[in-house]
């Protein structure tokens, strides 16, 4: 069976409002099966290989990335496709940016995926059970400071400058390749649709 071309049709807000509900939901189901990544013990987590901590008493436990969101982006080509509506929609890449934290960086090697479900997009062949196009969701920790409430309603920094400092430095593969596409703010909501990459400002 060939391959169905990528859908050509304009990604709108209510498009990339759908993708902020989609993504909450997974982290909030990543958060849940993954504790260790919710909620740190501050002096007793032991990081290795298999994230392996000794289990504190309720009381102990301090957030460590489950408040830390700053921005969640549209990423690669579906991200370019909503700039210039030619590039073409395959799938959805949608990454979740963190404020690092000193005790341990966000894992990089989690990624999930998700059904976008019956939409104006079609669906892919070869997506299996998916009844629309596939999201790929993944996420990065960044250097910056996160606030104490929701994205959008914090002191911290601002997820733009964040998210353009990390694709200036450069300084891991994820950052170079995403750099060379777009990026497109869905989350903070007062962010919804801002296209933070690429910039004209040096």
């Not at 982006?73 to 959805?92: D, I, M, P, Q």
């Not at 990390?166 to 801002?194: H, W």
Request: glycine share 6%.
């Amino acid at each position: 069976m060939s391959e169905l071309a990528p859908s050509l049709e304009r990604i709108t807000k209510s498009d990339l409002r759908r993708l902020t509900r989609i993504a909450a939901d997974e982290r909030n189901d990543f958060f849940s099966r993954h504790p260790e990544w919710k909620l740190l013990y501050a002096r007793r987590l032991i990081c290795t290989r298999t994230y392996n901590y000794q289990r504190p008493r309720p009381s102990e436990w301090k957030l460590l990335y489950a408040r830390r969101l700053i921005c969640t982006a549209l990423c690669g080509r579906s991200a370019l496709h909503f700039c210039n509506g030619t590039a073409g929609v395959e799938e959805f890449d949608v990454w979740s940016f963190y404020a690092a934290h000193s005790e341990a960086p966000f894992p990089h090697h989690r990624q999930s995926y998700r059904d976008f479900g019956n939409s104006k997009f079609d669906k892919a062949d070869g997506a299996g059970n998916y009844a629309g196009r596939r999201i790929r969701l993944t996420g990065r920790s960044l250097s910056a400071l996160p606030g104490d409430n929701p994205p959008g309603d914090n002191p911290g920094d601002n997820p733009v400058v964040s998210l353009q400092s990390y694709f200036r430095a450069g300084r891991s593969t994820s950052a170079r390749k995403l750099r060379d596409s777009a990026a497109v703010l869905i989350e903070p909501e007062n962010y919804l649709a801002y296209v933070a990459w690429p910039t004209l400002i040096a």
